[in-house]
């Protein structure tokens, strides 16, 4: 808990810097858009139905398409950038059609009113339309509000810190303290910006200057915080921190740490973590060159990066082709850690002696009675292409769900088999049995550290570090640390320091 | 002195408002007398262009209103409509002081005028000036409403079924108010209403509307002794016949003291 709530400061600061600076291009942009196109025959129902039309594209899709969208404009494609521009269009909507209906359901008394009385248009506007309309505007803005802090937690995949990393890597690594202590923040988050919006409204219909002048102290306040964390990180030089990226699941929160940690003690270079990043977003973050160095597997990038469908002669024949392969995306290919994470079909150990299977071909007469449980990329990977095509194979359902879950639902016997990962901690603790893939539809998963080209060569000392791990961890081991995380309660960063230190040399 | 020349209005294929040729004498109210849809309040609206002309000219002493800024114009015509219309977040001194404001009248100005306009329309400043609309009663909302419309000291007033909307004492009252106010300042005001009654009691000349044209223009008494046609008659002695009755009725009967 505690060690948690360390996090807090710069999770929260994050999290508030990407809400107010969504917020506040929200209103800079929605209500003069509002303003322009009210009345407006056709601009009006246009401008309304494209933002409804983008409300409706689910949130954690529109941040993650902002990712390969600004790679191709060749702007910063992970991290700030991208969420910030997600969740800018997020902000809008609310704001543009409250701006739209305040300024439209005004009284027409008023208006003739105003024009009698010899108010130019833009006196108009600014002495009585936007006055009358202040209210109804104002609640946009505080619907904006509450949605952005929600929507904000989903800038963690695409590589901004934010409230969700407690949600994305409590998830993955089984911590519901850390997932209760982002829940909450958020949620706290949203009703103290709320309560300081709606202060502001109250002032300025009551004419209080001494509230709207405060609220509006206290939120610039609130923003001028994360601004200067962003000054710090700006002035910390970017040449020594090494970035580390990570992929959002528990051996890579654990990997990151140690190659982090390994990193600083032999190097004194600090190491930021950049987490949580969805599997083809490390890549492309390292190709261009936002982060330094993460951990991917050799059959991932065999697949997904060099789209060999192709059956691989041996382990060290895809690591090899994967070396040659990376070099024209600028990246390097410095050590393999030692374990292998493929995945694998797998499911209850005492079912699996009973019906007499033990590999994959062994399945096929029973597959057509089973359901099939993975994780959400699985049945879009070419792995389970291959698998199908390979086995001729053929489940009664497939059925996606969220990782943690699905080890429950084989267990609980709502999905017969799943698609596990060979060095899952829950393998051992759930008692499942690992289906031999005796036809080698699947390529092997070795570990292995990435870098960019250019780190590569600016940075001979880290690079010598993450050598030194190469065959270091081994299979058993890896999948040790997983349970240990994952059933045992530790956090990734103790999973690091147990295996760092017992790697010490006496 | 305002002056309509062949003043015309279209709406679509409509022709609401059909070669209007009018004067209105300086201090003289005119009134525009017909039923819904017979083009006045058309008419009135283009003197102050919240409705723009089709064809035709309005002339505010011997200027050509086109060829002022819209603003501008406005803010020397006094107007004044059934809908009222005040500003629901200012309070009644800033309703009243508007236009004054946006002239640029320094604050002090501002204060004194407002004052002596409230008092003018019967409502005591140091109870209402710091009131907002919505504390108002009907009544009192249309003389905050005349006493915005004279703020900048007008010449002219327009005025579109002012008392329409008001219970009949309530009316009787303002329209009390409304006769004296217009002597004292000597105002120029040209005056829409259905009601026959009042166009009588309030008017120096009654233009009588159908169809978008004026049928007949005279005093009260003109209309009535040599009406245009039976239909004008009809509308004029429609009232004072519904008075004799009531007078009758009210009357005490015979036999007794």
Known sequence: MIEQLQLLPGYLGAHLGLTLAALLVGIVVSVPLGILVTGSRRLEPFILGTASLIQTIPSLALLAFMVPALAALGAQSIGYLPALIGLCFYSMLPILRNTVVGLSNLDPAVTEAAQSVGMTPRQQLLRVELPLALPVIIAGIRTATVWTVGTATLSTPVGAPSLGNYIFSGLQTRNYTSVLVGCIAAAALALVLDALVRAIELGLRRRRRVLWAGSLCVLTGLALWPLTNVLRAVTIHEETTVRIGGKNFTEQYILTRILGRSITAATGRPARLIESLGSTVAFDALRRDQIDVYVDYSGTLWTTVLERADKPESRAAVIEDIRLGLQPFGVELVATLGFENAYALAMPRPQAERLHIRRVSELLPHAQAMTLGSDYEFFQRPEWTSLKQTYNLTFRELRSMDPALMYEAVRSGGVQVISAFSTDGRIASYDLRVLDDDRGAIPPYDAIILVSARFSRNNPDVINTLRSLAGRIDAARMRSMNASVDEKGLSPGEAADAFLQAQAPR | ?257
């Open chain 2, 1 to 257: 002195m305002i002056e309509l020349q062949a003043l015309t209005r279209d709406f679509d294929k409509h022709r609401a408002v059909d070669a209007v040729s009018l004067i209105v004498a300086e201090g003289e109210l005119l009134i525009l007398l017909g039923g819904s849809g017979s083009g006045k309040t058309t008419t009135l609206k283009m003197i102050n262009r919240l409705i723009e002309p089709t064809s035709g000219k309005v002339l505010l002493f011997g200027e050509d209103v086109c060829a002022m800024k819209a603003f501008e114009l406005r803010r020397r015509i006094g107007y004044v409509f059934q809908r009222i219309g005040l500003f629901p977040h200012l309070t009644v001194a800033e309703n009243v002081g508007i236009t004054p404001d946006l002239l640029g009248w320094d604050r002090l100005r501002i204060s004194a005028r407002v004052d002596t306009l409230l008092e003018l329309v019967e409502l005591d400043p140091s109870v209402f000036r710091d009131r907002r609309p919505d504390a108002l009663s009907g009544g009192q909302a249309q003389r905050v409403a005349v006493a915005r419309a004279l703020a900048a000291e007008p010449r002219v007033m327009l005025l579109d079924e002012p008392f329409g909307a008001l219970d009949p004492l309530t009316r009787d009252r303002l329209q009390q108010s409304f006769l004296r106010i217009r002597r004292q300042l000597r105002l120029t005001a040209i005056f829409v209403t259905h009601d026959v009654m009042e166009a009588i009691l309030l008017g120096d000349r009654i233009a009588v509307m159908r169809d978008g044209r004026v049928v007949q223009t005279g005093n009260a008494r003109e209309l009535i002794h040599s009406p245009a046609d039976e239909s004008i008659r009809q509308l004029i002695s429609a009232p004072l016949r519904q008075s004799e009755t009531a007078a009758a009725l009210l009357r005490p009967p015979r036999g007794t003291p």
